[in-house]
């Protein structure tokens, strides 16, 4: 059984940081495309970035230079570097991974609050 898991979320001040850390297990095969998204009480969940196998990087426009997608293909592990955040960026946050062979995977979610 393929699961995604995540960790770092938490409370955080304006301006603050938080790193957000997607790890798999039961996966032997590496997923294509691995990403985060969120979703804030009464919006849609929203693509926040995501990142090929081969390192290349799709952000949305609202965190763009705010926020850095990194993965470890070895690991099948996928990482979200989140600076100078805002109370916008308040939501759940899902790891989301992409695979011919698995489907496609989500996590169960991180809750990132930022507080003013």
């Known amino acids: 059984q393929v699961q995604l898991v995540e960790s770092g979320g938490g409370l955080v001040q304006v301006g603050g940081s938080l790193r957000l850390s997607c790890t798999t297990s039961?996966?032997?095969?590496?997923?294509?495309?691995m990403g985060w998204y969120r979703q804030a009480p009464g919006k849609q969940r929203e693509l926040v970035a995501d990142?090929?196998?081969?390192?290349?990087?799709n952000y949305a426009g609202s965190v763009k230079g705010r926020f850095t997608i990194s993965r470890d293909n070895a690991k099948n592990a996928v990482y979200l570097q989140m600076n100078s955040l805002k109370p916008e960026d308040t939501a759940v946050y899902y790891c989301?991974?992409?695979?011919?062979?698995?489907?496609?995977?989500w996590g169960q979610g991180t809750q990132v609050t930022v507080s003013s």
């Open positions: 989301n991974a992409d695979s011919s062979f698995y489907g496609t995977r």
């Open positions: 039961g996966a032997t095969f590496r997923f294509n495309v």
């Open positions: 990142i090929s196998s081969s390192g290349n990087a």
